[in-house]
């Protein structure tokens, strides 16, 4: 199985921050890796696929990069709304695996 | 536009079977490169993938449960239904179902989750 590591588990930011979260792999999946954003209560939100490609509808604050093993997600100026967890996933083979995620709180 | 519903009991016991099924629409199941996942979330905890049926029919299982789980669909009622033997207190969670459709990035083939269903809470408790 393909082990995603993401950090940190927990991140503190002001609103307007530059956050960075990177997801790594414990072999190379190329390309396929998707970020989600998951709100209290509420489904996963896909917010990028195929590592860089923002999913329609996605401010594009928004952005992702990577290949191989290693992966960020950024978002460049933090919002109230994007307060919350943050997954990856691979879709390079099965079993299909997420990353711990990453919680993100208001400083 | 896609919608997904999960629907099933909220409350197993102990060593029981738990069927669940997903009612979705706006797509269809016999559309080449669609898919429907199942996802679970215990309570605090980090998703963690199931299972997915393929408009071919092409089953995948997480191999940690494979044993326990069989993935099925019905494309002419636009249902997906999962069921998971055994049941234990450890398998208390939101599950999910999720459509999955296919795209070329990169130069190959990948596909990803796009649309989720607002999840059902199962307990496993006597």
């Known amino acids: 199985d393909i082990q995603l590591t993401q950090s940190p588990y927990f991140l503190s930011a002001f609103v307007g921050d530059r956050v960075t979260i990177t997801c790594r792999a414990s072999?190379?999946?190329?390309?396929?890796l998707a970020w989600y954003q998951q709100k209290p209560g509420k489904a996963p939100k896909l917010l990028i696929y195929?590592?860089?490609t923002l999913q329609s509808g996605v401010p594009s604050r928004f952005s992702g990069s990577g290949s191989g093993t290693e992966f960020t997600l950024t978002i460049s100026s933090l919002q109230p709304e994007d307060f919350a967890t943050y997954y990856c996933?691979?879709?390079?083979?099965?079993?299909?695996?997420f990353g711990g995620g990453t919680k993100v709180e208001i400083k | 536009q896609i919608t997904l519903k999960e629907s099933g009991p909220t409350l197993v016991k102990p060593t029981q079977t738990l069927t669940l099924t997903c009612t979705f629409s706006?797509?269809?199941?016999?559309?080449?490169?669609?898919?429907v996942g199942w996802i679970r979330q215990p309570p605090g905890k980090a998703l963690e993938w199931l299972a997915l049926?393929?408009?071919?029919?092409?089953?995948r299982y997480s191999p940690s449960l494979k044993s326990r789980l069989t993935i099925t669909k019905d494309t002419s009622k636009n249902q997906v239904v999962l069921t998971m033997n055994n049941m234990d207190p450890v398998d208390t969670a939101t599950y999910y179902c999720?459509?999955?459709?296919?795209?070329?990035?990169?130069?190959?083939?990948?596909?990803?989750?796009?649309?989720w269903g607002q999840g059902t809470l199962v307990t496993v408790s006597s």
């Open positions: 195929a590592a860089s």
């Open positions: 072999q190379g999946i190329s390309s396929h």
């Open positions: 999720s459509h999955r459709t296919g795209y070329y990035g990169s130069g190959s083939y990948s596909g990803l989750f796009d649309y």
């Open positions: 049926i393929y408009w071919d029919d092409d089953k």
């Open positions: 706006g797509f269809s199941l016999s559309t080449s490169g669609v898919g």
């Open positions: 996933q691979q879709l390079d083979s099965y079993p299909l695996t």
